[in-house]
C-alpha cells in the first residue's frame, strides 16, 4: 500500500461552527476504540505501531496486526461471542495487536478499525466460512479505500481440519455420542447461512464431506437462504432415508438470526454456533499465520481472480 503523505504544518482553524462534522470525529475513534474490547468490558491495551523505517525493537513489535473481521449481527451475543473468540487468540499469541472489524450492523466497522491503523501493517482474517461475496469483494474494496494501511487478506476459515475439530465437539456438547449415533438411523445436517456465490456452496459441500469421515454417519448441507435445502427440508430428506436420528451442526461463526432459525428445526438436537471453540482461535492463528508467510498471498489472489 502507498505510505500516507508527509503531515503538513497545522493552520489555525477559521472561525467557522464545525458541529456539522461531529458525528464523524465522533465514530471514527469510537470505532477504533471498540475494536479493543474485550468480552468482559474491559479495554485492551493499544499497541504502538512500529514506523516503517525503525527497526523491531521484537518479534512482537513487528508482528502485523490481526484484524479479525466479522460480519455483524442485531443479536448481542454475537459481539460478545466474537470478542471471546478474540480473547482466546489473545492468549494463544500474547503481545499480538489483534483487533476487530465489522463488514456491517456492529461497532467498530472495518473502515474504522483500518483507520485506526494508518502507516501500519495488518492482516485480515474474516471470521467467514467460505469464499462468499464478502471475502471476494467487500474485504478488497475495504482495503482499497484505506491506502494508509498496508493490508493482506488470509483465506475464510473454511474448510479445515481444525472447523471439522470444532463442529464435533459442538456436537457433542449438544448430545452427541458416537456409541449412541453412530448407526444406521443416525445422521447430521449442517446448516449454514447461504450464499448464491458457487465456491461458497462448494466449499460448504467440502466440509460436510470432513465432517462425515469424522462422525462416520452421512452430513447434509443445508442452508437458511439463498440456497437448498433448508434445514426442514433436509431432515425430511434424511427421515424418509430411515435416518430420524439427525442432529444440527452450526455452521456459524457466531449466533445470530439465521443461526436461531436453523436450530429451531430441532431444538433438543442442535449444537450452538462455533464461537468461541479453542479450536477456531487455533484456526485464526493459523489462518494469520498463512497469510504472512505467503511472499503473494495465493490464497486471495485465486479469490480474486474466480470472481
Known sequence: MTEPAPEQPQQPPPPTDNTAHLPARVTGPLGVQLSLVSRNG?????????????????????APALVAVAHGSRDPQALRTVLALLDRVRDLRPGLDVRLGHIELNAPLLPDTLDGLRGAEAVLVPLLLGRGHHVKHDLPTATAAAPGVRTRIAAPLGPHPLLV???????????????????????????GAGSRDPDSAQDTRRTARLLAERLGVPVVPAYASANTPTVPAALRALAARGRHRAFVASYFTAPGRFASACADAVPHRAAAPLGAHPAMARLVLHRYDQARAAVAPADVVSLLASA
Open 42 to 62: 474491559t479495554r485492551r491495551p493499544m499497541h504502538r505501531t512500529r514506523h516503517p523505517d525503525r527497526p523491531a525493537a521484537d518479534n512482537g513489535a513487528s
Open 165 to 191: 475439530e470444532a463442529l464435533y465437539g459442538r456436537l457433542v456438547e449438544a448430545g452427541w455420542d458416537a456409541a449412541d449415533h453412530g448407526g444406521r438411523r443416525a445422521a447430521v445436517v449442517l446448516a
